[in-house]
């Protein structure tokens, strides 16, 4: 019985209130309201500061990532990025869109509207590069960010990769020799067939095995001037 009368105490006090709202409904709306605006002028006010905190901290951002994309051999690129007044959100009421030129006299695109694939791939990296640092991420994982470049670029990359080592764990998946010279452990990932199943062996190598590997990737054979080659190109990009 005790059970009882507390759920009917309840439902009275709710039926109750329901009943004042329904009786007081314009004083009650008039309320509502003005909590309504008070919460939205404390909003626009936070907004407010953080619009402006965006857009001067915008071109501190431009300006790295420039940096980053020259160092990248993209000496032409210009990255900017556009603020605009948008729909209000958790994230505040500004529309943010990164605008990019990869190449001299070209207008500044949609990120998602222009670069190729091997400057996607710089870009990419030089993003990477600065959100690392100011997201405090610790690991970064690289799945061929090398694709379509070759030569002096892929240099670059390497040597890009390794200066980002040195603020946190870097890991890349890579078929040139000229980004895998930059690292300081390699690991060698292989298959074989045995008794009807693929079996896949992950090995750290030593030096010796690591120019090996260089000559073999860079050259697609182990020859004495091959090994020479891959030598000189190691002792070169581990004191990049």
């Known amino acids: ?7 009917f105490s309840q439902r009275r006090k709710n039926w109750s209130k329901q009943v004042q709202v329904i ?3 314009q004083e009650y709306l008039e309320q509502m309201n003005q909590k309504v605006n008070a919460a939205k002028a404390v ?22 990532i ?10 032409n690129a210009r990255f900017h990025t556009e603020i605009q007044e948008g729909n209000a ?23 998602s509207k222009t670069a190729s694939g091997g400057e996607l791939s710089r870009l990419m990296l030089g993003l990477k590069v600065i959100f690392t640092k ?3 991420i610790h690991t970064v994982i690289f799945d ?7 030569g002096p670029v892929a240099t670059a990359i390497g040597r890009k990769m390794h200066s980002l080592s040195k603020n946190c764990q870097v890991f890349s998946v890579t078929h040139l020799a000229q980004v895998a010279a930059s690292a300081q452990h390699h690991y060698l990932v292989s298959k074989s067939d045995q008794d009807g199943n693929t079996h896949t062996t992950v090995t750290l190598l030593n030096e010796k095995e690591k120019i090996k590997q260089l000559a073999l990737i860079a050259n697609g054979s182990i020859t ?4 020479k080659a891959a030598e000189e190109l190691y002792r070169r990009n581990q004191k990049a």
């Open 224 to 227: 004495p001037a091959a090994l």
């Open 89 to 111: 959100s958790l994230n505040g009421s500004d529309k943010v869109e990164f605008l990019i030129s990869m190449n001299k006299g070209e207008e500044l695109k949609s990120l």
């Open 134 to 136: 100011l997201q405090g």
């Open 23 to 25: 009786t007081h409904r």
């Open 144 to 150: 061929e960010i090398d694709t379509g470049v070759s």
């Open 1 to 7: 019985m005790a059970g009882q009368f507390l759920i």
């Open 66 to 75: 420039a940096l980053n994309l020259q160092e990248l051999m993209l000496p």
């Open 43 to 64: 909003y626009d006010q936070k907004a407010g500061v953080l619009s402006a905190l965006r857009k001067k901290r915008a071109h501190e951002l431009d300006e790295a």
